[in-house]
């Protein structure tokens, strides 16, 4: 086999490029979005050996097995029990584990506190936010070309209260890793803690009719005392 | 045997009248594979237009209104009037024949389902010419949004009916494979003697008439909505708009299969006839199959992670599941190339195309049964590009595999192997660069159906290179069209004779095309095999074909 070996080490060279391409989830800016990054790398792990020996044993078979016009023995192997049981049991062990991860990143984003320390009412409309400060009269709304922006306070626990009074719109700021639907005749409420200053942007991510795409705001995420000093001082300006 | 090779045999060619008339499950399953070319042609050219407008930040060539009435259209079109009904078509061709029937077990029922999947895709794309456009809510069309407040005009409700109507025929054709899988096999065609592809058709065949009538309901309800008063999806009126999408999805996961599994089928024919082996693992992957339809009622609700509605815990365990006889699947192929003698002809590309690409959508599809990380890519282009990766490199590069394949059996001609490369490279390439970039894209936060995207750093270039990959993939698919129409209308393909790949099912133990009832004479039937064993036994005579 002079040729098979070179070959097989480019497959496995393309498909390490292709999963290393195959996307990284965004830096993390809050704890909630930093477990699901967690859990994003080691399901990313976990593809690319996948990835890398199935469509090795896939390219191994093509060009180890391929038609050379020689008399090569065919063979006639069609079944093996024991080959068999082993892969149905590998996948499910696999499965099991990521189903384990799984559920513990997801107690920790989901988790619900009783008495959250700032809580925001988020709400979608046809093309546009409102974020309203509960117990406060700070109410920011967006205008056509003038997206809002929500200000949170750093290192605090928030919960925001997504609700909508006309479609389903969904919430959606992809630096912390969150989307959650804003539906019409619910709340859905999401808690989460932002990590680092600075400015994100959010979107809404499930269409909502014409001018879904322009349906945006920002996130400043101040230190806490800059915060509740903007917060009490009326939410006039950015602070 | 020996009877049967050579030219086709001389047959009054058929007319169109013949066509506008017939019964025969062959010339019917014709009618749907050409049809369904056609909205895939459709379909293709309404993404190539949004392609062009997303080719660069800012709108350019369309406003909003017309961008939201392409992306439903692409997707209705695609999954509803080419994916399902290409599945469909090449079942009406196979299935009788590779059970050893004269025909399907309705052949009138048969070309009822026929004209209503035809009806259904004119009705639902005639919206187009309203003055109000097409419906502009997405292929799955959730209310409020679908409802006569926010969608006015006649769009919506001629998609509504359109849809109804391509279900009444999903429907209608479901009974009839089952009946004749169940009622009209060949003396010695048991079971566990079904071909593959026919043992996915059956699976299909239950999913359709089991969730069907969901959707069907489903639609009924929304056209009630919006035609008399909301009452069943709007919360104003004392309901839940989530209630839509529990019953949409759950006909829209098995649908998911429902375009899958034919392809499966088709792969599970191709390998082994190019390997030169038997397939392996023959219980196993039907038990697989069974299991995959099976489950494929338990996952609906990871379409519904983000709503806040479901039990996001228990939906991921149930689509978790689903990976393992996906997984199996995969490795029988495997088994089955390896240690064989393997012929790199066109139908054997698209399926190796297929193997490379399904598994990279098969991954993905892990990613998104975990509802943390569905958080962030839910709705994103990670979807899109995960979709892709099922519905395009997968069932629609098996679909052309199916064709090189079968082509030479519907026609008794061959397709140009030459332009079959070409057709191969150039959408394998193309299809590639415009789908794999967009996983990143939708990490990164660009959502789906976006007229429009913001100018960050890097996404202008990615949607750019996107958008003009995407013309590989159209004049790939036009080589396809040339190809075709070449070998077949134009007649200039070398005649195929009865089997020119040694194939393994009855249908290449008959001439090419096959004559009115499919078999003059039948093999023995022995194994899943019986144009194989008939081969084997003949082994004295030279090979034919």
Redesign the interface.
């Known amino acids: 086999m002079p040729r098979p070996p070179a070959r097989l080490r480019l497959a496995v060279i393309a498909g390490l490029a292709?999963v290393a391409?195959?996307?990284?989830?965004?830096q993390p800016v809050s704890v909630e979005g930093e477990?699901?990054k967690t859990?994003?790398d080691i399901?990313l792990a976990v593809?690319a050996a996948?990835?890398v020996v199935?469509?090795g044993?896939?390219g191994w078979?093509?060009v180890r097995?391929?038609?050379r016009g020689d008399d090569?023995q065919?063979?006639?192997?069609?079944?093996?029990l024991r080959?068999?049981l082993l892969?149905?049991a590998?996948?499910?062990v696999l499965?099991i584990v990521?189903?384990i991860l799984?559920?513990q990143?997801?107690g920790r984003?989901?988790e619900r506190t009783d008495d959250p320390g700032l809580t925001v009412t988020v709400t979608g409309f046809?093309w546009q936010w409102r974020f309203a400060y509960e117990g406060s009269d700070v109410v920011l709304t967006g205008l056509p070309g003038e997206p809002p922006t929500l200000v949170l306070p750093v290192g605090e626990r928030v919960a925001l209260d997504l609700e909508s009074p006309?479609?389903?719109h969904?919430f959606?700021v992809?630096?912390f890793?969150?989307?959650?639907?804003v539906?019409?005749?619910?709340t859905?409420?999401i808690e989460l803690t932002v990590e680092e200053p600075g400015t994100y942007?959010g979107?809404?991510?499930?269409?909502?009719?014409?001018?879904?795409?322009?349906m945006?705001f920002s996130i400043e995420a101040v230190p806490a005392d800059a915060f509740h000093a903007w917060l009490e001082g009326g939410g006039e300006g950015i602070p | 045997m020996t009877a049967m090779t050579g030219a086709p045999p001389v047959e009054e060619p058929a007319r169109i009248i013949d066509y506008l008339t017939t019964t025969d499950h062959k010339k019917i399953g014709v009618m749907y594979l050409v049809t369904a070319v056609g909205f895939l042609v459709v379909g293709g050219i309404l993404a190539l237009i949004m392609r062009a407008e997303l080719a660069f930040p800012e709108l350019q060539l369309l406003d909003?209104?017309t961008y939201?009435q392409l992306f439903t259209m692409h997707g209705t079109g695609m999954i509803f009037f080419a994916i399902v009904p290409l599945g469909i078509g090449f079942a009406n061709y196979l299935l009788p024949l590779q059970v050893g029937a004269p025909d399907v077990a309705f052949p009138r029922l048969n070309a009822l389902s026929y004209w209503l999947y035809l009806a259904g895709g004119l009705v639902a794309f005639s919206g187009f010419l309203t003055a109000s456009g097409a419906a502009?809510?997405?292929w799955y069309g959730?209310p409020?949004?679908s409802n006569e407040t926010?969608?006015p005009g006649a769009g919506p409700n001629l998609w509504i009916m359109g849809l109804i109507l391509s279900g009444a025929s999903g429907i209608l054709g479901s009974v009839n494979f089952i009946a004749t899988v169940f009622t009209m096999r060949a003396p010695g065609m048991t079971m566990f003697r079904v071909p593959i592809f026919t043992w996915n058709i059956l699976v299909v065949s239950l999913l359709i008439l089991l969730t069907f009538p969901v959707l069907t309901a489903a639609l009924a309800l929304l056209f009630i909505d919006r035609t008399v008063s909301n009452a069943f999806f709007t919360?104003e009126a004392g309901s839940?708009?989530?209630l839509w999408q529990h019953l949409f999805w759950f006909f829209g996961h098995p649908e998911v299969y429902i375009m899958a599994l034919p392809f499966f089928g088709v792969v599970s024919e191709v390998v082994p006839v190019f390997?030169?082996?038997?397939?392996?693992?023959?219980r196993?992957l039907v038990f697989a199959t069974v299991l995959i339809g099976a489950y494929s009622f338990s996952v609906w609700a990871h379409h519904m992670f983000?709503?806040?509605?479901v039990s996001?815990?228990f939906f991921?365990?149930t689509s978790?599941?689903i990976?393992?006889p996906t997984?199996?699947k995969?490795?029988t192929w495997?088994?089955t190339?390896?240690?064989?003698?393997?012929?790199?002809a066109t139908p054997m590309l698209f399926v190796?195309g297929f193997?490379?690409q399904f598994?990279?959508g098969g991954?993905?599809g892990?990613?998104l049964a975990?509802?943390?990380?569905d958080?962030?890519a839910?709705?994103?282009y990670?979807v899109v590009a995960h979709m892709h990766y099922v519905l395009f490199g997968g069932s629609a590069f098996a679909a052309f595999a199916a064709f090189y394949f079968w082509i030479p059996k519907i026609s008794g001609r061959m397709l140009s192997e030459g332009l079959g490369k070409a057709h191969f490279w150039l959408v394998l390439i193309g299809f590639n660069l415009t789908f794999?970039?967009m996983?990143?894209l939708?990490?990164?936060?660009m959502?789906?159906?976006?007229?429009?995207?913001?100018a960050n750093p890097g996404w202008g270039e990615t949607n750019l290179v996107i958008s003009l990959a995407s013309g590989l993939i159209a004049v790939g698919t036009a080589l396809f069209v040339w190809n075709v129409v070449r070998s077949v209308w134009m007649g200039c393909g070398a005649p195929a004779g009865h089997d020119p790949w040694g194939g393994h099912s009855l249908e290449w133990a008959t001439s090419s095309p096959p004559p009115h009832h499919n078999f003059v004479a039948m093999p023995p039937i022995r194994s899943e095999r019986p144009a194989w064993d008939a081969r084997q036994a003949a082994a004295a005579e030279p090979r034919d074909g």
Request: contains cysteine.
């Open positions: 292709a391409l195959g996307g990284c989830a965004p477990a699901v859990l994003y399901f593809a996948v990835f199935v469509a044993l896939i078979s093509i097995y391929g038609d090569r065919i063979s006639s192997t069609h079944e093996n080959l068999e892969w149905w590998l996948p499910t499965v990521l189903f799984t559920a990143v997801l984003v989901d046809q006309d479609v389903i969904s959606w992809p630096q890793l969150i989307k959650r639907d539906v019409p005749g619910r859905n409420r942007s979107l809404c991510g499930e269409f909502c009719g014409l001018l879904h795409h322009r945006r | 909003e209104s939201n502009a809510f997405g959730y409020p949004l926010y969608s919360p839940n708009s989530i390997s030169g082996k038997r397939i392996f693992g023959y196993a983000t709503t806040g509605a996001n815990l991921a365990a978790f599941l990976a393992i997984g199996v995969f490795f495997i088994a190339m390896w240690r064989g003698r393997i012929r790199l190796i193997l490379f598994l990279v991954i993905s892990v990613f975990s509802p943390p990380i958080y962030q839910h709705d994103s990670y794999f970039p996983h990143q939708g990490l990164d936060g959502a789906r159906r976006v007229a429009d995207y913001p």
